[in-house]
Each structure stands twice: as structure tokens, then as C-alpha cells.
């Protein structure tokens, strides 16, 4: 069993920046992947970024360029840094990490882009 637990989600104005965290409760180099997913009311949810556990990364087309998945090994997290932020990347952002065969989630943390 993995847990997941994200942090660092907020209010911030369009243009601004947020970083999230994901937190794993294993190596996150014992995982597939890990990756950022978000879901906006009444909408499907969708892929932000991933990172394997060599390190290869991949962006959603609405984030590429403005968003960054990076890890820190030793606190087994895995942050999302989000700059030039805009009112349509509000959503709630979950947390994802492949430990085969599962698919794992955290309970998700709120970004609200609004002036």
C-alpha cells in the first residue's frame, strides 16, 4: 500500500506561482511513476505532469512551459512547481504513483487561480 499526501495548494492571483508536494510513504524510486493529475467541477481529470523513477518527465499540453515535476529523493516527495498561473488551472490536483498493478491517489489539495 502506498500513501500519498499532498500539500501547498491555495489562492493565488492569475500570473502568480504556487509549488505543490506530494509526499510518499515509500522510495519514490520503488514507483513506476508519480505524477500530477487535476479535475475541475464537471470536468474529466486530466494529466499535468509525470516523472518516472529514472527521472524522465512528461507535461500535459495546457501546462508545458509553465509548470516543473521535480523529486527530492530523501524526503520521498514529489513537488509540482506551477509559475504563470491562469483562472483555467483552477482545480483540485491529485497526487498519482504506479506501484505495479496499482494505481495510487492522494485525497487532492485545492488551486484557485482568481484576482
Known amino acids: 500500500q502506498v500513501q500519498l499526501v499532498e500539500s501547498g495548494g491555495g489562492l493565488v492571483q492569475p500570473g502568480g506561482s504556487l509549488r505543490l508536494s506530494c509526499a510518499a510513504s515509500?522510495?519514490?524510486?520503488?514507483?513506476?511513476?508519480m505524477g500530477w493529475y487535476r479535475q475541475a467541477p464537471g470536468k474529466q481529470r486530466e494529466l499535468v505532469a509525470t516523472?518516472?523513477?529514472?527521472?524522465?518527465?512528461n507535461y500535459g499540453d495546457s501546462v508545458k512551459g509553465r509548470f516543473t515535476i521535480s523529486r527530492h529523493s530523501a524526503e520521498n516527495t514529489v513537488y509540482l512547481q506551477m509559475n504563470s498561473l491562469k483562472p483555467e488551472d483552477t482545480a483540485v490536483y491529485y497526487c498519482?504513483?504506479?506501484?505495479?498493478?496499482?494505481?495510487?491517489w492522494g485525497q487532492g489539495t485545492q488551486v484557485t487561480v482568481s484576482s
Open positions: 498519482n504513483a504506479l506501484l505495479v498493478p496499482r494505481n495510487y
Open positions: 515509500v522510495s519514490i524510486f520503488s514507483l513506476y511513476y
Open positions: 516523472i518516472t523513477s529514472g527521472g524522465s518527465t
